[in-house]
């Protein structure tokens, strides 16, 4: 039973990836809207889906920008969670590989890509609203119960086998306060590349799954590895000035049609 104060405690969303490392058959889909992976993926990635139409991009935004199938320790919401102000991103590095260079081109790889994202890689003098923590697979259980300090969650992490992990937390209007992921660096690069996207995606504010959207990263039944053109889209949206945290789904499909509008 949860005490007063416990019920008061800042509630924490902790996403466990279940990423499957297989080739994804995107056979019998319409090949006139595709195109080769970009050059930097993986050698197996998928190729690239490159035009939605209006219903693609609604359903696929509010499936991934509310809701969760994560664990979720404290009270449950579904409204938008994005960050409000510069992001900081600190990289940890502890694993025997170093892949702290190869985080850097992913996340200037959204930074490029995503103008309404406004982020930068701090060193230690600066509090980061990110702390991205690369490790290694044996030190990958460790690790995030170090950070969690939480019975439940590590009674959860016990029963699954996660390369990667994001947790967040979100002030009481939906502002996201901070995030943490955790990357294991010594199950190869197209596992690293894979994890880093579909993390950072999650700790931008995209926390849910969809296991049935063929064109997203964060359908864990695909292997992907790069920016796609979908997710791009959705972060362009979440990021869109008109979309505030804490908005509720209702107010989310209102917007929609003009935000999906005037996206390039
Ligand atoms: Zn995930």
Redesign the pocket.
Known sequence: MHSKAMSKMRPFDL?F?ILAFIAYSDQGMAASRMRPAPVGAPSGAPREYTAFDESDLTSGFLRLAFGSDMQRLGESDDRIRKFDHRIAFRISSSGHVDRSEMYKRVLDDFIVRVPRIDAAVVDTSTAPDVIVRLVDAKDFVSALAAALGDSTASAFINQTNPRCTTRSRADELGHLLRADIFIVVDRGTDIFLDCAY??TL?ALGLMN?ADDIPWTT?N?RRSVGYLSVYDRAMLQMLYDPKIRAGMSRFDVQMLLPQIIQGLD
């Open positions: 996403v990836c579909h993390e999650h799954h964060l864990q």
